[in-house]
């Protein structure tokens, strides 16, 4: 029976030759994925045991360093619990911080064919490594994490096929919004990404696409394992792993092929990137109040060198808050190496610890009534990063960027390249 990436990966976690769509599998989840929430009171329950600490990962990301006595009493449950059942690999607030999917990726924790399970929603961001990863709620999370399964239903999936070559001034993040405008939800369906482009884009390009597909509610998003994959992952662990490829002949809901030349730099209209995108021609003129690059989709190293070479020699608008939230203080201190952090404080930038804070509304950037802001993270929903009466534009890093300096949102075509 011929199958797609995704049926592949789940019959392997079931010890199964074959899965099809509309079954309900039950499967081993390779990687368990903790975070600062897990903790929280009401959320958090106490463990007897565990299924197995060396499938548990703990990072703490999402408000750190801790910002009141409910957050810190949080992280003082989490460790409390890496020491009980001794979890060996944990991100606590320090040098090894950062958001947990970037972590994922930096640290090789979602292996090829594998896996991986978290409470975030952007957890498919590990898909860009040939990994099955979805976000779960507190109550499975609990489930996977005492007895080290779970089950799925398996869902048909939607091929992209990624054709051409993206212009120097058009990232990962408007080939996402190009597919969430014209394609719109796709609930119920998995996705994979595949074609002659693919070998062109970043790890971190594919990342972005990868996590962006939770807002329009893919249940499971998959790369192929390519040479730079294997690469990577070989460089960081030496556990294990088995890369999982679609086999010929294995059938689809839909194939469809995306120019990437044709692309240009897009920009979501407020409270939903779901068929309401528009080239950024459309959004120029309309001015902003806060500007934010970071977050799971757009927090990596690539996305800060883009906005420190449209910033450099230029000044942030005095009207103007732009927010940089590096994805890990890896790529922080990376940053900082480069210079790419002295030419954003430089032009006017806050440059934060890494967290989620900004981007989920929670600290470090929340929005007002009636301000407006255009973000390079993963979400616009109303009242996503504070008031519900605040206005949430999304664009690529580098359309970030050039609205900082504008004051309104703008084309960054007309600074990449010296042509501000």
């Not at 199958?3 to 074959?18: N, Q």
């Not at 594919?206 to 990577?232: G, Q, W, Y």
């Not at 952090?341 to 950037?365: I, N, Q, Y």
Request: proline content about 4%; overall charge neutral; some cysteine.
């Amino acid at each position: 029976m011929a199958m797609t990436m995704v049926e592949k990966i789940l019959a392997r976690a079931a010890g199964r030759t074959a899965v099809k769509p509309g079954e309900i599998v039950n499967v081993a989840v390779d990687t368990t994925v903790l975070i600062d929430l897990n903790f929280y009171h009401g959320y958090w329950h106490e463990f007897k045991k565990i299924a197995d600490s060396e499938r548990v990962v703990v990072i703490f990301d999402h408000i750190v360093p801790p910002k009141d006595l409910q957050s810190a009493e949080a992280l003082k449950r989490g460790r409390n619990f890496i020491k009980r059942f001794g979890i060996d690999r944990v991100h606590d607030v320090g040098p090894r911080m950062g958001i947990s999917h970037q972590l994922i990726a930096d640290e090789a924790y979602a292996l090829p064919g594998s896996v991986l399970a978290c409470i975030d929603s952007h957890t498919c961001s590990a898909g860009a490594f040939n990994c099955l990863a979805r976000g779960m709620g507190n109550p499975e999370m609990v489930f996977i994490t005492a007895k080290g399964t779970t089950w799925f239903w398996v869902a048909e999936t939607i091929q992209y096929r990624l054709e051409g070559t993206l212009s120097p001034e058009v990232s990962a993040k408007d080939i996402f919004l190009r597919i969430a405008n014209e394609y719109g939800d796709h609930a119920n369906y998995n996705v994979e990404f595949v074609g002659s482009a693919i070998a062109q884009l970043s790890l971190n390009a594919r990342r972005t696409l990868a996590t962006m597909c939770s807002e329009i509610s893919v249940e499971f998003v998959v790369f192929e394992a390519d040479s730079k994959v294997v690469e990577h992952v070989r460089a960081r662990t030496a556990r294990p792993f088995e890369p999982q490829f679609a086999d010929a002949g294995a059938r689809y809901a839909n194939i469809r092929t995306i120019d990437l030349a044709a692309i240009e730099p897009m920009v979501a209209w407020p409270d939903s990137v779901v068929r309401n995108s528009r080239p950024v021609g459309e959004a120029r003129g309309v001015s902003i109040d806060q500007a934010f690059i970071g977050s799971c989709a757009n927090g990596t190293l690539d996305d800060l060198a883009v906005a420190a070479q449209i910033l450099k020699d230029r000044k942030v608008a005095s009207t103007v808050t732009l927010i940089v939230t590096p994805g890990s203080q890896a790529i922080y201190a990376e940053a900082v190496k480069r210079g790419y952090v002295e030419t954003l404080v430089a032009a006017g930038a806050v440059v934060t610890s890494s967290t989620c804070g900004a981007c989920a509304g929670l600290h470090m950037g929340v929005l007002a009534a009636g301000e407006r802001c255009i973000t390079a993270s993963t979400r616009n929903f109303r009242g996503r990063m504070g008031s519900p009466e605040a206005e949430i534009f999304m664009g690529s890093p580098a359309t970030v960027a050039a609205s900082a300096i504008r004051g309104e949102i703008a084309d960054p075509r007309q600074f990449i390249g010296g042509r501000g």
